[in-house]
């Protein structure tokens, strides 16, 4: 079946540091990958995405590149804030059956402290 | 604005007695999702839809209904057969059939059983 691993939080992280959020999935065929962060009492909101093997999707500095071989894509930020405190969602699209399916992880909560 | 519109944003309820959740979307977007979202579970999804009168359960459809009379509508009841149904909910849409097209998501409802 299709489905989205991540790592489990949460994770505190002192501003500045360096964050790695790992995600792996399994997929039938060739699914879209995409990371969405959802602040608190919100919906969730698009952050970055990758359509192929090699891609790079970058967006308010995090990157995370579609890594065909691994079947991951980690989400990585060099030099996190506190405004990047919020719960982030890896996410594959599949086509299955004619009709495309959006499918999360669990969700990793991050807490950045001053 | 286009955008995506959840209401209520809060919705209590007595037990047996059964719930819609309106989502409407003024993006001319073909697919559209109900997610419920529990703490430690991320989102899981209830039922989609990628055109009018036409749509497929998810991952945890049981206790849920849907219709997609209007391409902008896609309300979720939630009946009384639904063993657990405090949650946050999210509706989202995206234009089906568009290769690593993001998903938009609405604001929530948090719907409380008593």
């Known amino acids: 079946g299709n489905s989205v691993t991540q790592m489990e939080g949460p994770v505190t992280l002192s501003e500045e540091a360096f964050l790695t959020i790992n995600c792996t999935y399994t997929?039938?065929?060739?699914?879209?990958l995409f990371w969405y962060v959802q602040y608190p009492g919100e919906g969730l909101q698009l952050l970055l995405k990758?359509?192929?093997?090699?891609d790079k999707g970058s967006n308010k500095g995090f990157e995370a590149t579609y890594r065909k071989e691994t079947t991951s894509f980690h989400l990585e930020k060099g030099s996190v804030q506190v405004s990047d405190s919020a719960v982030y969602f890896c996410a594959l699209l599949i086509t299955q059956g004619g009709s495309e399916k959006l499918v999360f992880g669990k969700g990793t909560k991050l807490t950045v402290n001053p | 604005d286009g955008g995506i519109t959840q209401s209520p944003k809060y919705l209590f309820r007595k037990e047996g007695q059964n719930v819609t959740l309106s989502c409407e979307q003024n993006?001319?977007?073909?697919?559209m999702y109900w997610y419920r979202q529990d703490p430690g579970q991320g989102l899981r999804l209830i039922y989609y839809s990628q055109i009018v009168n036409d749509f497929q359960k998810g991952d945890i459809a049981e206790g849920y209904s849907v219709s997609r009379e209007k391409k902008e509508s896609f309300p979720l009841t939630v009946t009384s057969a639904q063993k657990n149904p405090t949650a946050f909910y999210l509706c989202?849409?995206?234009?089906?059939?568009?290769?690593?097209?993001?998903?938009?998501f609405g604001q929530g409802t948090r719907l409380t059983v008593v």
């Open positions: 993006l001319n977007h073909d697919a």
């Open positions: 990758a359509t192929k093997a090699d």
């Open positions: 989202a849409s995206s234009i089906a059939a568009a290769w690593g097209a993001e998903a938009f």
């Open positions: 997929a039938t065929g060739y699914p879209s």
